[in-house]
């Protein structure tokens, strides 16, 4: 592997299986996968549901390891760390944004983009000023001291990506993050996920059953019986 | 926002429940810290026992008297630096209701007995000199509104004077307090002389020694020695330290300490069911928002401590609310009760025993809830929705 | 709404067993509330019934003036024989009053329980004062012989203290003893006694021919004011003249009035503590229930009959608790005997009694617990909107 490559390389994948054993039954979900992804990529992953896409997912953010196989983010592997570095490294790496917000029901939505803050070495004053920017960014500032609740999914969603990017992670992991809205809403989130991959360069992993959804990204990985198939975007 | 910001938020998520939670947390801290003040003030005649301090009663019983003439003898005895005695007057004012505990004592040995009472020079002179002087003790003095000079006149449900009287009166020459609150004055003190010499029956008798050693060390040795003085006579003695005696002494009326200690018990028993499947019922709620923080890189040890905090936190704020409306309660009490039970308080001890409490409490109730939390896996968790 | 209630009640009650961990937690901290109320009106009940058990209407116990308690009490041998001139007294063929004078002096006896000394009422007594106590009975032995150093002990006494078995010798003091006989009056405060012969203790207290206190027959009830009077108008007594079980009864209160001063504010303040818990319990009921609720509300229902399952289902749980409170009460301290000071500075032996109108106390604050934790609860479920079907 060239020093050039490794500098365009933001994930290598190198032979990954991945299995579950349900009862005595294995189920492998991935057989010898090897693939890239490269900085400032923004992919969207479709397939059939129950073909793998969230634990691809999972794989990519540091929340499940493989079964065999390696997995280096920056040339560095993150497979065989153990469970308190990975969530540290997680902390520091990936943004996550879910089909269903998860936002802390009791916390507002300044404190709940404020959170991955707390595990950074960072003042209060810091955490405040951080959190506020990436409110601005996603464009709901004006909402900052309201609880979830209150907020509706679209609003909650760009909460989440508030969340997913305050501590300045490389790479973003949305599984499924427009299922749940519509689709005005889920065009505004989708855009700014793109502006966020455009202008701020994050790399951004996007799961998606929605081909509309899928279109806003450069590229689309189709998943299926543990293989994946490229196709350029059209848009 | 910080991590504390965090416990606080999420232990008051459900209001109701969490002020349901504190209430009776604090209910059961309450009932600590009150019984735990009553029991100690109940007790602390035990404890201000002073080490050097003996008691000798007559071995059939310490309601049956005994001669006069031991006090002298005991006096004797080697390692005996102090000899004083008391009788049992039972004493009431106008009432037979108004019961006033009352002891006919040879002052000057009195006095010397117990060094923890205190009382100003010239009073301690009229109660020396002044045959029907009564001393009076700070709380009972203030139970019936005496002050110095008044005349009382104290009826004795026992003694009699040989005029066919049971009537004594006395002039209030003197208040005494105590170095410590726990020492109590509740009581009255006057001349064995007067009360003997008009006695119609029973005259040169006395209810108890109290014996001072020169050295704690030889209480035992003493006790032997003066018991032996008088084995094989009409009145045999018996001599206990003053602690041993009061004991025994408390422990005539019941085991209260089990009693209490049940009690106690039980409202813990309730708090730590309570508070327990809450806690475990509040975690699995939160099963979804647990996998989230560790997604979003909160590691388990982070999130065993942020639970356990919560319960922490709760156990502290329902105990100390707990302890404070008992400390409220008790200090109310104390004023109202010194008559009866000197020394009602909530000392250090009990204050720290309830903090270990609470500590305790925390962690029986937390552990399991905050294990169950640090071990929420994120894929089965989220998978959940 | 009859059957809208009783339905959604049924699903209520039957949905129980799916909280197991906080259904229990009510029932047992409601159970332990009665348990600390049941146990405290046990303890005064039975202390209570012992003292006020005691004593009869038809004798008359004299003492000096202002005495209170027979200990303090004392009288010469002429006022003894004043006493059984009096009208009003009930007489054997010979003439004589019915009456025995007692000498009541304590000794130590160690008690089982703790192994410390405990006071115990050594009572010296004449042939009448068999005669006097209603229900004695000997259960053992005999009676002691005049002059003796025999002793009899009250059952009681043997049950709480060591070394009183028959036959076997005893030292009080500097005096052996020796028992001789077992007596038993029915559970009254005189099976916490000893008896022996009234002139050996007299001689051996050095009490000359003084006694305490002079018991009596009367004629009948009323003739205590004919006694009382005779006694005001003799100038050389001096006397408190009551009938027995109003001496009895009078000593009684005290004790088990402070019982229950503990008794009712540790169990009140309890109750709070199980409230708070049966109200905590409920909510999460409701909550967990939500979707139930409002798919009923949905589809027809009322939330009158959502109040009322919520309601039964707090009634249950706290009716449970109750009965498993007082079960184990009732098991673990019914007829338990304890002993404890009593009015005249000795040890009284008592009995706990779980009677059956503390039991109802308990149930009722059981039924009160649920109720007012369960209110609450039970108008939010009434309350809860349609629109939560679509609830988490
Ligand atoms: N913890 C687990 N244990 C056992 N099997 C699992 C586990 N997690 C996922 N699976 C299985 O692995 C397969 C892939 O699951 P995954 O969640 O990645 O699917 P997906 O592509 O995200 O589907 P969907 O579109 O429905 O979200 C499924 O068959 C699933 O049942
Ligand atoms: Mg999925």
């Given amino acids: 592997m060239t020093e050039d490559l490794r500098q365009d390389t933001l994930y290598q994948l190198d032979h990954v299986s991945k299995s579950y054993t349900r009862g005595k039954e294995r189920v492998d979900i991935f057989t010898d996968l090897t693939m890239q992804i490269g900085r400032g990529e923004f992919i969207a992953i479709m397939g059939p549901s129950g073909s793998g896409k969230t634990t691809i997912l999972n794989l990519l953010g540091g929340i499940d390891r493989p079964s065999a196989g390696e997995i280096a983010f920056k040339g560095q592997r993150i497979d065989n760390l153990g469970q308190g570095k990975l969530a540290t490294w997680r902390a520091h790496n990936v943004g996550f944004i879910f089909q269903f917000y998860n936002l802390m029901p009791t916390l507002t939505a300044i404190e709940n983009v404020e959170l991955p803050l707390l595990l950074l070495k960072m003042s209060g004053k810091e955490r405040r000023r951080r959190a506020e920017t990436a409110l601005d960014i996603v464009g709901i500032a004006d909402r900052a001291g309201h609880k979830p609740r209150q907020l509706s999914g679209g609003q909650q969603q760009r909460v989440a990506i508030a969340r997913a990017i305050v501590a300045d992670p490389a790479v973003l992991m949305c599984d499924e993050p427009t299922g749940d809205l519509d689709r005005e809403s889920a065009n505004s989130v989708l855009e700014t996920l793109q502006l966020l991959n455009t202008e701020l360069g994050k790399t951004i992993v996007m799961v998606t059953h929605d081909p509309a959804a899928a279109s806003f990204a450069k590229k689309e990985l189709h998943l299926d019986k543990g293989r994946f198939v490229e196709r350029e975007a059209l848009a | 926002m910080n991590r504390a910001t965090l416990v606080r938020k999420s232990l008051f998520r459900k209001k109701v429940r969490a002020i349901l939670l504190i209430l009776s947390i604090a209910i059961a801290f309450f009932i600590f810290g009150a019984l735990g003040a009553f029991y100690k003030a109940f007790n602390s005649g035990v404890e201000v026992a002073a080490a050097d301090r003996l008691v000798t009663v007559n071995k059939i019983n310490f309601t049956v008297t005994m001669p006069l003439a031991y006090q002298a003898r005991v006096a004797q005895v080697e390692g005996v630096r102090n000899v004083s005695h008391a009788s049992w007057f039972g004493g009431y004012y106008q009432e037979p209701q108004n019961f006033v505990q009352t002891f006919a004592v040879d002052p000057e040995t009195y006095l010397i007995a117990y060094d923890e009472l205190t009382l100003p020079p010239e009073q301690r002179e009229a109660f020396l000199t002044d045959r029907t002087c009564l001393a009076a003790g700070r709380a009972l003095a203030n139970q019936y509104g005496w002050s110095l000079g008044d005349r009382i006149p104290l009826l004795s449900n026992i003694w009699q004077q040989q005029d066919g009287s049971s009537a004594w009166d006395f002039t209030i020459c003197a208040i005494f307090d105590a170095d410590d609150d726990a020492v109590p004055t509740n009581y009255a003190i006057f001349h064995y002389d007067y009360f003997n010499e008009t006695l119609a029956f029973n005259r040169d008798q006395l209810g108890w020694l109290i014996v001072s050693t020169t050295d704690p060390a030889l209480n035992a040795e003493v006790s032997q020695a003066i018991d032996a003085l008088f084995a094989n006579s009409p009145a045999e003695t018996e001599t206990t330290t003053e602690a041993a005696f009061t004991q025994a002494f408390l422990e005539q009326i019941g085991n209260i300490g089990l009693i209490l200690t049940s009690v106690i018990g039980a409202a813990f028993a309730t708090i730590l069911m309570i508070v327990g499947t809450t806690m475990v019922l509040a975690v699995d709620e939160r099963t979804k928002e647990i996998a989230v923080m560790k997604t979003l890189g909160f590691t388990a040890p982070s999130i065993f401590a942020m639970t356990l905090g919560e319960v922490f936190l709760l156990s502290l704020l329902g105990g100390l609310i707990g302890l404070g409306l008992a400390w409220t309660l008790v200090s109310l009490a104390a004023e109202s009760l010194a008559g009866f039970i000197p020394g009602l308080g909530i000392s250090l001890d009990i204050a720290l025993i309830a903090l270990a409490l609470m500590v305790g409490l925390a962690l029986l109730t937390g552990l399991l809830p905050a294990m169950r939390a640090m071990n929420v896996q994120i894929s089965t968790a989220l998978g959940k929705l | ?392």
């Fill in chain 3, 1 to 392: 709404m009859f059957r809208q209630s009783l339905a959604v009640t049924l699903i209520n009650l039957k949905s129980i067993p799916q909280r197991p961990g906080m259904s229990i937690a009510t029932i047992i901290s409601v159970a332990l509330v009665v348990g600390v109320l049941l146990g405290f009106s046990a303890m005064a009940n039975g202390f209570r019934a012992t003292v006020q058990g005691t004593g009869s209407q038809d004798v008359a116990i004299f003492l000096r003036s202002g005495a209170q308690a027979e200990l303090n009490s004392g009288l010469s041998r002429d006022e003894v024989r004043l006493i059984e001139e009096a009208p009003g007294l009930a007489r054997d063929s010979g003439g004589e009053a019915i009456a025995s004078a007692e000498l009541y002096v304590i000794v130590d006896g160690t008690k089982r329980s703790s192994g410390t000394d405990a006071n115990i009422p050594l009572r010296g007594v004449g042939e009448d004062a068999a005669l006097l106590r209603q229900n004695f009975e000997l259960v053992e032995g005999r009676m002691f012989a005049p002059g003796s150093n025999d002793l009899v002990v009250g059952r009681s006494v043997q049950r709480e203290f060591s070394g009183f078995e028959m036959g076997e010798e005893i030292r009080l003091g500097n005096n052996n003893w020796q028992i001789v006989g077992v007596f038993s009056t029915g559970g009254t405060v005189f099976d916490s006694e000893i008896w022996a012969d009234l002139g050996v203790i007299q001689n051996l207290y050095n009490r000359g021919s003084g006694v305490q206190t002079v018991r009596a027959r009367l004629e009948n009830p009323d003739a205590i004011e004919r006694v009382r009077a005779y006694a005001e108008n003799e100038p050389r007594l001096n006397l408190d003249v009551q009938a027995e079980q109003a001496y009895y009864a009078s000593q009684a209160g005290a004790t088990s009035d402070l019982i229950m001063y503990l008794g009712w504010p540790l169990s009140i303040a309890m109750a709070i503590g199980a409230f708070a818990g049966a109200w905590n319990t409920l909510y999460s009921s409701v909550d967990r229930r939500t979707r139930e609720i409002a798919t009923l509300r949905a589809i027809g229902f009322s939330g009158f009959p959502a109040f009322v399952g919520t309601m039964a289902e707090a009634l249950m749980l706290s009716a449970i608790g109750g009965l498993v409170g007082a079960a184990a009460v009732y098991l673990l301290f019914n007829g338990v005997s304890a002993s404890t000071l009593g009015g005249s500075f000795t040890q009284i032996v008592f009995s706990f009694a779980v009677t059956p109108s503390a039991i109802i106390a308990g149930i009722v604050m059981a039924l009160v617990i649920g109720f007012l934790g369960g209110l609450v609860p039970a108008i939010r479920a009434a309350r809860v909107p349609i629109l939560a079907v679509h609830a988490d």
